[in-house]
Structures are given as structure tokens and as C-alpha cells.
């Protein structure tokens, strides 16, 4: 485990691999050991660097401050990627996925090519579907509550089955579920973690090459706001694996994985 000092936080990170940087960025409960799945056949041709954001473990947070927030973690990330000097390729999954297209959005400098694995965050007006699309809020706002009451594993339960499906914290490997006990409490942080909703202006604003992939069975909003951005990030590519969800790198990652080899050798 390495660390990169970057606006007065220690970063932890892992790097292996050799060849051009792919830069990972976790979501919700995740840290660099999201990447797991992945890492092996990833490596064989990028030098993986894999984050975990701030107040993720191995820090092991309390959920008290106001430095939780996304406008945090994307200076975190742009300045983590500023010292390594040099352009990046940069993979983002869920809410890591939103904090890419953000990078993306303030510094296309600093990236070769985009990949989002089903980016978490809200449509405005500009961009939603007619109607309106499910939301997690209530759900969240649950888990939240039994984590800041002690019961880990029932937020977790909660939070977990509000983003996928009835059982499926139950399904996760131990070794997964212990991944997301340790950063149950950034869930704290997030919920007043200030995430704007994405809109068509940021979507048309994105002009490196940018890769979406979703799961075919992923549930509820994140499909929908997949669609949405792809369709207005110019020339993007989508790439949907059959039989896999939300965590579709756990699901199948070995098609998750040649699916973003074969995007990083196009031309």
C-alpha cells in the first residue's frame, strides 16, 4: 500500500502493473479493494493505480466532519492525478463513476480516455425521462439511521438491497461484506455529501473518449441515468454485460475486464 499526499490528506492507494496508468476510483463503501475482481487481468496491460478516497479505509472514520463532501474527493482525485504528472486513463464505478465525470468535466487534461461503470447520481430537468425515476433517498436515509445506531449490518442489509435487490447483501461473498463494514460510516458523510445532479450542459461538456458500462439486470434509477449521459456525452460508447448488476466486475470480470482492455487499445 502507497500514499500520495494530496491537499492535506494522506491518500492510500495500491499500484501493480506495468504500461499506461488506469487510475480506479471506488463508489459508496468501497476503498482499492473494490478492484479485486479486476486487478489480475487489468494489470497484465495498465499500471493499476487503485484509490481509496478520503475517509475510506483503511482509515477507519467516525462519519464526524464536513469534509465528506464530492466537491472534495474530485480536488482529492485531480490532485492526486496532477502529481503524477502525465495523462491518465480513468475508471470510475457508481459513485466513483460520478467522481470521474467530474474530473473529466474540470480537467480533460489530465485523461486519455473515460470509463464509467454505471455513475451514481440524480438527472435534472435537462436530462430526465418523462416522469419521475426511482429514488433511493428514503431507503438510504434508513440505513443511514441503523449505522449511526450501531447496527452495522442491518444498514449495510439496507443499503445494499435499496441499490440492487431484496437479498442481495445477503448473496455478497464475506470477504465483500467485510469490504463494506469497513467504510459503513462514510454512508454518514455521504448523505450530506452535497452531489449535484448531472445535467445535458455537463453531459455535451465531456469531450474525452468515454466508455459507459452497465450491467443488463441492474435495477431501479442507475440504468436510466447511464442511458441519459451516454446519450449526450459526444461519441461515447455503451457496453452492457448480460447476467450482471450493479457490481458487474464481481459478477464477470472477465468481460468486464476485456471490454475496458479493448476500449483503452482502440485507436
Known amino acids: 500500500m502507497l500514499h500520495q499526499r494530496v491537499n492535506g490528506y494522506d491518500m492510500a492507494y495500491i499500484e501493480l502493473g506495468q504500461g499506461d496508468p488506469l487510475v480506479c476510483i471506488h463508489g459508496s463503501l468501497g476503498d482499492f479493494r473494490t478492484w479485486g475482481p479486476v486487478l489480475g487481468p487489468l494489470s497484465r496491460r ?4 487503485a484509490l481509496s478516497l478520503r475517509h475510506f479505509f483503511p482509515e477507519h472514520w467516525d462519519g464526524v466532519g464536513k469534509d465528506y463532501t464530492i ?8 490532485a492526486f492525478l496532477d502529481a503524477l504528472g502525465g495523462k491518465v486513463d ?3 464505478h457508481s459513485r466513483g463513476g460520478h467522481i470521474a465525470f467530474r474530473v473529466a468535466q474540470r480537467r ?3 485523461l486519455r480516455r473515460l470509463i464509467l461503470a454505471e455513475p451514481g447520481g440524480d438527472l435534472d430537468a435537462s436530462l430526465a425521462p418523462a416522469g419521475s425515476l426511482p429514488s433511493l433517498k428514503s431507503r438510504m436515509a434508513a440505513a443511514v439511521e441503523k449505522i449511526a445506531a450501531g447496527d452495522i449490518d442491518g444498514g449495510l442489509e439496507a443499503a445494499i438491497d435499496a441499490i440492487m435487490s431484496p437479498g442481495a447483501w445477503k448473496r455478497f461473498p464475506p470477504t465483500a461484506q467485510q469490504e463494506f463494514r469497513d467504510n459503513a ?3 454518514l458523510g455521504q448523505s450530506n455529501e452535497q452531489r449535484p445532479p448531472y445535467t445535458r450542459a455537463d453531459a455535451e461538456q465531456i469531450r474525452v473518449p468515454t466508455l459507459f458500462i452497465g450491467g443488463a439486470d441492474t435495477p431501479g434509477s ?3 441515468v447511464l442511458g441519459a449521459l451516454a446519450s449526450h456525452v459526444a461519441g461515447a460508447r455503451t457496453a452492457i454485460i448480460p447476467n450482471a448488476t450493479h457490481f458487474m466486475f464481481y459478477d464477470d470480470p472477465v468481460r468486464f475486464s476485456a471490454i475496458v ?7
Open 46 to 49: 495498465c499500471r493499476i493505480m
Open 71 to 78: 466537491a472534495q474527493h474530485v480536488d482529492d482525485v485531480i
Open 90 to 92: 480513468l475508471l470510475g
Open 108 to 110: 480533460p487534461d489530465l
Open 185 to 187: 460510516r462514510t454512508l
Open 222 to 224: 442507475l440504468p436510466i
Open 261 to 267: 482492455l479493448e476500449f483503452l487499445a482502440s485507436p
